[in-house]
């Protein structure tokens, strides 16, 4: 099956600084998506992005489906930012990386 | 307007109990899924449907079944309950493309 890989897996930054996550997929997939799931467990959507770009306030992402990785950009870093960002590809079933734990001190 | 709930919050069973777990949604979507989640693991797909009356098996299906007889409910079920079993438990709907999650179930088997 497709492996999923997130890089890196830990983040500590500083408030205001900027970050990039990465995700790299084995295989051609349907889709992709990226999650956020806060300190308190609640898992959020943030992009459908199976190619191309997005930009949804301080954070976008880029899909190259041609070379298998997804980017996650935050900019401005909040505290409120912390928690674990995961990507998920779906080819027949949907597979999740292990996720990149993001801490901003304040 | 809901969104996706999930019920009960938390349970202990001991080891060879029975329990289902409840995921509904009030969205119409015809999408729902079942993960489990373990720690320092992502969500591992457990069984997903894809619409009322379908069930299909995913990524770690074995000791699970899954009932959808109604659009909005989606059922997991635990015949015999195993400490392998302890995880936190992930309900999500979707209508073909973005995932909405549910609260989660913490389930401990002693």
């Known amino acids: 099956g497709i492996q999923v890989e997130q890089s890196p897996p830990d983040l500590i930054l500083q408030e205001g600084a900027n970050s990039t996550l990465r995700c790299n997929f084995s295989?051609?997939?349907?889709?992709l998506q990226w999650f956020h799931q806060n300190p308190w467990g609640q898992l959020i959507n943030l992009f459908y992005?199976?190619?191309g770009t997005k930009q949804n306030g301080r954070l976008s992402a880029t899909t190259v489906a041609t070379e298998r990785y997804s980017l996650l950009y935050i900019s401005s870093s909040q505290t409120t930012d912390s928690g674990v960002y995961f990507c998920a590809v779906e080819d027949d079933k949907i597979i999740f990386g292990k996720g990149t734990r993001l801490h901003i001190l304040p | 307007n809901a969104g996706v709930t999930q019920t009960p919050k938390f349970r202990v069973l001991k080891t060879g109990q029975s329990m289902t777990l409840l995921c509904a949604q009030d969205?119409?979507?015809?999408?729902m899924y079942w993960y489990r989640q373990d720690p320092g693991m992502g969500l591992r797909l457990i069984h997903y449907?894809?619409?009322?009356?379908?069930?299909a098996k995913g990524e770690v299906p074995d000791g699970y079944n899954v009932s959808r007889l109604k659009k909005q409910n989606f059922l997991l079920g635990l015949e015999s309950a195993a400490p392998s079993q302890t995880s936190v438990y992930f309900c999500a709907s979707s209508p073909g493309n973005t995932q909405y999650f549910g609260p989660g179930t913490r389930l401990l088997v002693l």
């Open positions: 992005i199976p190619s």
């Open positions: 449907s894809v619409g009322e009356g379908t069930t």
């Open positions: 969205m119409n979507h015809e999408y």
């Open positions: 295989d051609s997939v349907n889709n």
